[in-house]
């Protein structure tokens, strides 16, 4: 097989290839901006109280409440832990995500690749090779994404199984029990990263899904009706394999997809309901 086969080479490829790494740094980047604005928000809670308040309550072994500058010494500890807390999730709330828009940039590589089988005057021998190739890729795609369930499953079915909660008491907080308007944009920026946690993942656990089944129009977008009949076979090796709905479970209980993050966020509305009426 030719060796130009083993790399993304063409015009359309590369371009593709460039916007998924945009993607993924963009969802880096998008992580580390909410971040960074709630840990900014945190601090000027903290230290912008008029009165000597931590921005956790905790036990300190010092009176911090009579004493401003010992409360903000509380404060300066709680905010280098939640830095500290922020930097290893970084790390984990941004894989799915990242590994998903990778995966999923390579899907539409694949599907503009098969596309254009045909098009070139090339022998037909030549395109079966390409589709063959197809075929490997499509292969290797469909281990590295049970690979990457395998590796997030069980840490994407806490996050769904915590994250209704979460959201339901950080807007409980941020809209009846909050004191002043920084301590509600804390909360707001805080919230915004709770569902950050899961989001992104869901979003690109649907991209990944659609992906997969748009590969089958790729495959009758080439010039299949004029190859020989081992192209024909081999192509319906290829959508036939492709029938089969690939969705990523969190669990083996929960998909990782939007229809689960609007699920999330509609127990998470129902149970401020139920706190609003036992408020009442």
């Known amino acids: 097989m030719n060796n130009s086969n ?3 080479h063409d015009t359309d490829e590369l371009k593709e290839l460039d916007k998924t790494n945009r993607r993924a740094r963009i969802v880096e980047g998008v992580f580390i901006s909410v971040f960074t604005l709630t840990v900014l928000t945190a601090s000027i809670t903290a230290f912008g109280s008029k009165t000597p308040k931590l921005l956790y ?9 009579n004493s401003r500058f010992l409360c903000n010494i ?17 790390a984990n709330d941004t894989f799915v995500a990242t590994a998903l828009c990778i995966l999923h940039g390579h899907i539409k590589i694949l ?21 063959k190739f197809c075929i490997e890729i499509q292969k290797v795609l ?9 590796v997030v499953s069980l840490t994407m079915l806490v ?3 915590v994250n ?18 920084i301590n509600r944009i804390f909360y707001f920026f805080y919230l915004f990263a709770v569902s950050l946690q899961t989001f992104p993942a869901c979003y690109y656990g649907s991209k990944v899904e659609h992906g997969f089944e748009q590969l089958r129009h790729a495959a009758f977008q080439s010039e299949w009706i004029q190859q020989n009949r081992n192209y024909k076979t081999c192509m319906i090796i290829f959508t036939e394999r492709v029938l089969k709905k690939r969705t ?10 939007l229809d689960t993050f609007f699920s999330i966020c509609k127990g998470a509305y129902s149970m401020l309901a139920m706190i609003i009426k036992l408020k009442k």
């Open 6 to 8: 083993n790399s993304v």
């Open 111 to 131: 599907g503009k690749r098969i596309s254009k089988i045909g098009e070139k005057d090339k022998s037909q021998n030549y395109n079966e090779e390409q589709l």
């Open 142 to 150: 469909y281990l590295l994404c049970d690979r990457i369930q395998l």
């Open 248 to 257: 990523l479970i969190a669990g083996r209980l929960l998909p990782i997809h």
């Open 159 to 161: 996050q769904f199984t």
């Open 57 to 65: 309550m905790g036990w300190f072994p010092f009176n911090w409440r």
């Open 164 to 181: 209704a909660t979460n959201i339901c008491l950080n807007l409980a907080i941020m809209l009846y029990f909050s004191t002043d308007n």
């Open 74 to 90: 509380g404060n300066a500890y709680q905010i280098i832990a939640i830095i500290y807390y922020i930097s290893i999730n970084f």
